[in-house]
T-cell receptor, first 112, second 117 residues
């Protein structure tokens, strides 16, 4: 079993929809949680960075962490065609020199 | 954008040849990482560095070596390239971070597409 599992998708939604992207993890030592967005032929770009449980909002994006169930989510409101990309969740924790463990990524397409 | 430059951006080479990929940063960050990205596997850590001349292995380090002689440069070397090392390679940096952990978010370069025939 991988340490971080991510719904593989692909996910296709109409413009304006609310998108929910999800990951589960197995290592209770993870304390830092990130979401990255990756456009084709580009490097991952940090979207959200959270520590421990709770919600964090940034514009149309909300990251949610539930450490009790080891579940992390990213919600995108009013999705736009420009949101079409691969979304990667990542976790880190402890004295790991900041090493990240990534999910496999979910490909999202938002149709006009 | 974080000041990370990867070179070359594309490379095609033959099995058995040595290959060196370069990551250069202008942020003076302490931590640097090399990942490979393959379909179905996501991003997997190859090696990382927590300071000049301080490096360690990641999840998929076999067949790879690294060096960091200056804060700004982190080199990844495939001593004798194999077809299984065909991939997209990403460099990442984080920092400044103090002491162990350095759990700052990582920022990525735009990758090197490496094809080994």
């Amino acid at each position: 079993q991988k340490e971080v599992e991510q719904d593989p998708g692909p996910l296709s939604v109409p413009e304006g929809a609310i998108v929910s992207l999800n990951c589960t993890y197995s290592n209770s030592a993870f304390q830092y949680f990130m979401w990255y967005r990756q456009y084709s032929r580009k490097g991952p770009e940090l979207l959200m960075y959270t520590y421990s449980s709770g919600n964090k909002e940034d514009g149309r994006f909300t990251a949610q962490v539930d450490k009790s169930s080891k579940y992390i989510s990213l919600f995108i409101r009013d999705s736009q065609p420009s949101d079409s990309a691969t979304y990667l969740c990542a976790t880190a924790g402890g004295t790991s020199y900041g090493k990240l463990t990534f999910g496999q990524g979910t490909i999202l397409t938002v149709h006009p | 954008d974080a000041g990370i430059t990867q070179s070359p951006r594309h490379k095609v080479t033959e099995t058995g040849t040595p290959v060196t990929l370069r990551c250069h940063q202008t942020e003076n960050h302490r931590y640097m990482y090399w990942y490979r990205q393959d379909p179905g596997h996501g991003l997997r850590l190859i090696h990382y560095s927590y300071g000049v001349k301080d490096t360690d292995k990641g999840e998929v380090s076999d067949g790879y070596s690294v060096s960091r002689s200056k804060t700004e440069d982190f080199l990844l070397t495939l001593e004798s390239a194999t077809s299984s090392q065909t991939s997209v390679y990403f460099c990442a940096i984080s920092g400044p971070g103090q002491g162990l952990g350095g759990n700052q978010p990582q920022h990525f370069g735009d990758g090197t597409r490496l094809s080994i025939l």
